[in-house]
């Protein structure tokens, strides 16, 4: 399972960055306008630009009006998503046709979602941006409000507004070598440096989080990037659920204690990095982990972040849509059966990967079905308790399939099955709980089952 050249998490933050950075300004100079209204940042991202503008061979396809029968022809085809009990789903894909896409993805029952990235000095001339030093958090420099808020204006409120804070932090045993960060810090024990130190960082992502409300008063706030437990896809497959969970406990524990009060909701990204099945349990288990994390913190929801395209640090799969149809359907899923309150659909979808011919995705129709069948349900998905049987990372070491209860009332279950391990072709046989019953539920091939269990009955949604 091991891939050759890869890092720890498989991320390259500055990729995302440029993608984020430079979409509204690609869409709008493809359809022939220089730069956006209100757009002071257009010369910070001309690296960007020049990397993914249109070219001659690859006209804006996609510049056409957002009413054109053609496009709302293909979004009609979509179900509409009538969310209840609390559950969400966010519209956060960009692209050269600026917010048409958004448009429509409303009228389908998706929320409005803000991402921006704070310290890149949006709205001014990026002389400004914010570049943090991996292992002294006290250099903060002396304009870090002035440019965090800029930034933070310069997006809209949408009424959720999430920032992509997306640091390189270096361990504390790395930082305590530093003797600018030893003095900076005031400690004189390795142990109070420790504390200090995550707490500093933590104080980083706080003060964003505080700004954003300052400027935007009514808006619900949370961070993309800082997970209460970090994504770590090889410290899931390298580790056992004990030796991960030590990993991760303390740190991460210290650190988020500052963050916690400032937001108004959790994130879990859960991009894939492979087509294979071992991606459904690394989708369960990086959501479950947190979800279980932030319990004990409150009740604030959990969202996963989900992008139908493979992360670009797998350089043979970097950025091709994802055609797996079982792959697209369980990141749907799989995340409301692991404890998330909502996803957030996000892409950076320069021209011209994009055609006119289709909605954002080939396998988007498959996303939005998976979507419907946990709208069909969300009322009771949304009040039910997680039943969490087995870890999904017991589950993926083991190969063993992923089978979720949630629990609406005495004999009222809802049960999610996957098995990713089998052929296409196959069938398996689960059997979960439910009251003081066992039930048959079959899995067929690889895609994700739903069952509803009530009154003695199983059907199937």
């Known amino acids: 399972m091991l891939k050759g050249g890869m890092t720890v998490g498989g991320r390259r933050p500055w990729l995302r960055t440029a993608l984020v950075g430079a979409t509204t300004a690609l869409a709008l100079a493809g359809c022939g306008v220089r730069n956006p209204p209100g757009d002071g940042g257009a010369a910070k991202r001309a690296g960007a630009e020049s990397a993914l503008a249109p070219t001659e061979a690859s006209p804006c396809t996609w510049c056409a009006p957002w009413t054109d029968p053609d496009r709302r022809a293909l979004w009609s085809a979509q179900p509409v998503l009538a969310m209840k009990g609390g559950l969400k789903v966010f519209w956060n894909v960009l692209g050269p046709t600026?917010?048409?896409?958004?448009?429509?993805?409303?009228?389908?029952?998706?929320?409005?979602?803000?991402?921006?990235?704070?310290?890149?000095?949006?709205?001014?001339?990026?002389?400004?941006?914010?570049?943090?030093?991996?292992?002294?958090?006290?250099?903060?420099?002396?304009?870090?409000?002035?440019?965090?808020?800029?930034?933070?204006?310069?997006?809209?409120?949408?009424?959720?507004?999430?920032?992509?804070?997306?640091?390189?932090?270096?361990?504390?045993?790395?930082?305590?070598?530093?003797?600018?960060?030893?003095?900076?810090?005031?400690?004189?024990?390795?142990?109070?440096?420790?504390?200090?130190?995550?707490?500093?960082?933590?104080?980083?992502?706080?003060?964003?989080?505080?700004?954003?409300?300052?400027?935007?008063?009514?808006?619900?706030?949370?961070?993309?990037?800082?997970?209460?437990?970090?994504?770590?896809?090889?410290?899931?497959?390298?580790?056992?659920?004990?030796?991960?969970?030590?990993?991760?406990?303390?740190?991460?524990?210290?650190?988020?204690?500052?963050?916690?009060?400032?937001?108004?909701?959790?994130?879990?990204?859960?991009?894939?990095?492979?087509?294979?099945?071992?991606?459904?349990?690394?989708?369960?288990?990086?959501?479950?982990?947190?979800?279980?994390?932030?319990?004990?913190?409150?009740?604030?929801?959990?969202?996963?972040?989900?992008?139908?395209?493979?992360?670009?640090?797998?350089?043979?799969?970097?950025?091709?849509?994802?055609?797996?149809?079982?792959?697209?359907?369980?990141?749907?899923?799989?995340?409301?059966?692991?404890?998330?309150?909502?996803?957030?659909?996000?892409g950076a979808e320069g021209q011209p990967l994009l055609r006119d011919s289709q909605v954002p995705y080939d396998n988007f129709p498959v996303f939005m079905n998976a979507l419907s069948r946990v709208a069909a349900l969300s009322e009771d998905i949304g009040r039910a308790q997680l039943e969490i049987d087995e870890s999904a990372h017991t589950l993926w070491r083991a190969e063993r399939p992923l089978v979720r209860r949630l629990i609406v009332a005495q004999g009222h279950c809802i049960v999610m099955a996957i098995n990713p391990w089998q052929g296409h072709n196959a069938t398996s046989q689960a059997n979960p709980l439910c009251g003081d019953r066992r039930y048959p539920i079959v899995m067929r091939g690889r895609a994700t089952t739903i069952a509803v269990i009530r009154d003695g009955h199983v059907t199937l949604h």
């Open 98 to 346: 600026g917010r048409a896409h958004e448009r429509m993805a409303v009228e389908h029952g998706y929320e409005r979602i803000t991402l921006t990235i704070p310290f890149n000095d949006f709205g001014g001339d990026g002389r400004q941006a914010i570049r943090a030093h991996s292992r002294n958090p006290w250099l903060r420099p002396s304009f870090f409000e002035s440019s965090v808020k800029r930034s933070i204006a310069n997006e809209r409120d949408t009424g959720t507004y999430a920032n992509d804070i997306e640091l390189e932090i270096a361990s504390p045993d790395v930082a305590w070598t530093d003797p600018a960060a030893r003095e900076a810090s005031g400690a004189r024990t390795f142990a109070e440096f420790r504390r200090a130190y995550l707490r500093e960082w933590g104080n980083w992502h706080a003060l964003v989080s505080r700004y954003t409300r300052e400027v935007y008063p009514t808006t619900q706030v949370g961070i993309y990037g800082r997970q209460p437990v970090q994504k770590d896809y090889w410290g899931y497959v390298n580790s056992d659920p004990e030796t991960f969970a030590r990993g991760h406990a303390a740190d991460d524990a210290e650190m988020w204690r500052m963050i916690d009060p400032h937001i108004d909701f959790y994130t879990a990204d859960i991009y894939n990095f492979y087509d294979e099945p071992g991606s459904v349990l690394f989708m369960a288990a990086n959501v479950e982990e947190n979800f279980l994390r932030t319990r004990s913190y409150g009740g604030k929801p959990l969202y996963a972040y989900v992008w139908l395209r493979y992360h670009e640090s797998n350089e043979e799969l970097a950025q091709r849509e994802i055609a797996t149809p079982y792959l697209v359907e369980a990141t749907a899923i799989v995340p409301f059966f692991s404890g998330a309150k909502g996803v957030v659909l996000w």
